[in-house]
């Protein structure tokens, strides 16, 4: 059974600081996905990586691939209260369903 | 485009009691999806669909029935509602599916169940 362990589960900063929240597994996915969801509302894609290794920038949030495609990281610099929500990785295998981490809650105050 | 449509956003249900959720998309994705989200958990696959017609048991399917007639609408339906049941449900569709590892999931608002 593929499992996808986030850490940490909680994270609560304050407005400028910077983070890294990591996803990690023992498989090999042919994709990793990156979602927020926001109190009340559904999941939202912010990023998927393909290639071991690739790093994609999505403004102030740093997603990296692991070489093995086994894990991932989301960094985040200077954040805002703006950036406050359920962060879900997820990992897609050939043919099969998405599987999802537990997921990261984080609270940015002012 | 609405994108994807959840009704009801809430409900209260009583132990034993049925209940439908309905759920629609309006961007002729093939696959659609049912998860449940409990707190500190993620979320798990119920059933999914990949085109009208077929579905298909994903990982906690237990307690619960699909069926896919259009590839618009994928309703949910409880028959025996139980406390274990308390949960969010999301509906979410894709054009691709399986077939690439880069496919998207869309995702509706949720609808948030109580079983009392």
């Known amino acids: 059974t593929q499992l996808l362990e986030q850490s940490p589960q909680f994270l609560s900063i304050q407005e400028g600081e910077n983070l890294t929240v990591y996803c990690n597994s023992s498989s090999v996915f042919s994709s990793l996905q990156w979602y927020r969801q926001e109190p009340g509302e559904g999941p939202v894609l912010l990023v998927t990586?393909?290639?071991?290794?690739e790093v994609k920038k999505l403004k102030r949030l740093t997603f990296q691939f692991g070489d093995a495609r086994k894990d991932s990281s989301l960094h985040i610099t200077a954040a805002q209260p703006g950036d406050t929500g359920l962060y879900l990785c997820a990992g897609a295998g050939a043919g099969t369903a998405l599987i999802f981490g537990k997921g990261t809650t984080l609270s940015v105050s002012s | 485009n609405a994108g994807v449509t959840q009704t009801p956003k809430f409900r209260i249900l009583k132990i034993g009691q049925s209940m439908t959720l309905q759920c629609a998309q309006d961007?002729?994705?093939?696959?659609m999806y049912w998860y449940r989200q409990d707190p500190g958990m993620g979320l798990k696959l119920i059933y999914y669909s990949v085109g009208a017609g077929i579905t298909d048991k994903g990982e906690v399917p237990n307690g619960y029935n699909v069926s896919r007639s259009t590839t618009e609408d994928f309703p949910l339906r409880l028959e025996l509602a139980a406390p274990s049941q308390t949960s969010v449900y999301f509906c979410?569709?894709?054009?691709?599916?399986?077939?690439?590892?880069?496919?998207?999931?869309?995702f509706g608002p949720g609808t948030r169940l109580t079983v009392l």
């Open positions: 961007m002729n994705h093939n696959y």
């Open positions: 979410a569709s894709s054009l691709n599916g399986m077939t690439s590892s880069t496919d998207t999931q869309y």
């Open positions: 990586v393909v290639t071991g290794g």
